[in-house]
């Protein structure tokens, strides 16, 4: 089946850690995203990657990085340096159409992060 | 900036009827895209429905439809014949047309939608 998996569902972390989250599509997707959610809140873009071996910061970036060495593959990381880690964060990729615009975003079921 | 407003924290409905939820955005561009996303109890988000601003037809797929009023900056949901498995979190979200550099989606705070069985 095509589709995105986030890996671990839930996740955690003692404070002072970096711990990194996975994802994974295989729907040959070019762009790939990283949002945060926290209750009673819509999601936040943290960071986004268009190409292989390019990203983007997007809103809320400070204390998490990223990489993108697989068209594939988007993985997280969230730092020390993030000051309030505990939420659900989000995975989405999109494909992109003809003119640069971009395809409907798809995400993955997400991985719960808390920090002890 | 582009925001996206969605003034109804929790919204209830008998099985069977219909309820409409409400969103409003703002934005300076003419050109855009809106959507209505589902996050169930899994937390997955599910893409229910998706909008182009160029197109004056409102988007419809089966019971789910929308209002697009793009003069007021108005971009409702409508359920019809709610089902139990309807019951969710709703989310409208905004993206730029622009392109490069400008994918991100801009996300209203939610709907909580209880069914009444």
């Known amino acids: 089946d095509g589709g995105i998996t986030q890996s671990p569902k839930y996740l955690f972390r003692k404070e002072g850690q970096n711990v990194t989250l996975s994802c994974e599509q295989n729907?040959?997707?070019?762009?790939m995203y990283w949002y945060r959610q926290d209750p009673g809140q819509g999601l936040r873009l943290i960071y986004y990657?268009?190409?292989?071996?390019?990203?983007q910061k997007g809103d809320i970036a400070e204390g998490y990085s990223v990489s993108r060495e697989k068209k594939e593959s988007f993985p997280l990381t969230v730092t020390s340096a993030q000051k309030n880690p505990t939420a659900f964060y989000l995975c989405?990729?999109?494909?992109?159409?003809?003119?640069?615009?971009?395809?409907?975003?798809?995400f993955g079921p997400g991985t719960r992060l808390t920090v002890l | 900036a582009q925001t996206v407003t969605q003034s109804q924290p929790e919204m209830s409905v008998q099985e069977a009827e219909t309820v409409t939820l409400s969103c409003t955005y703002d934005?300076?561009?003419?050109?855009?895209?809106l959507f209505w996303y589902k996050q169930p109890p899994s937390r997955q988000m599910i893409l229910v429905i998706r909008?182009?601003?160029?197109?004056?037809q409102n988007a419809t797929e089966n019971r789910f439809s929308v209002n697009f009023q793009k003069a007021a900056k108005s971009f409702s949901l409508k359920i019809s014949d709610s089902q139990l498995g309807d019951a969710a979190m709703y989310f409208c979200?905004?993206?730029?047309?622009?392109?490069?550099?400008?994918?991100?989606?801009?996300f209203g705070t939610g709907t909580r939608l209880t069914i009444i069985p």
């Open positions: 989405a990729s999109s494909n992109y159409l003809d003119k640069g615009s971009v395809d409907t975003q798809y």
């Open positions: 729907l040959n997707h070019d762009a």
């Open positions: 990657s268009q190409i292989v071996n390019d990203f």
């Open positions: 934005t300076s561009e003419s050109d855009y895209y």
């Open positions: 909008q182009e601003a160029y197109k004056q």
């Open positions: 979200a905004y993206r730029s047309m622009l392109g490069f550099g400008n994918e991100k989606l801009t």
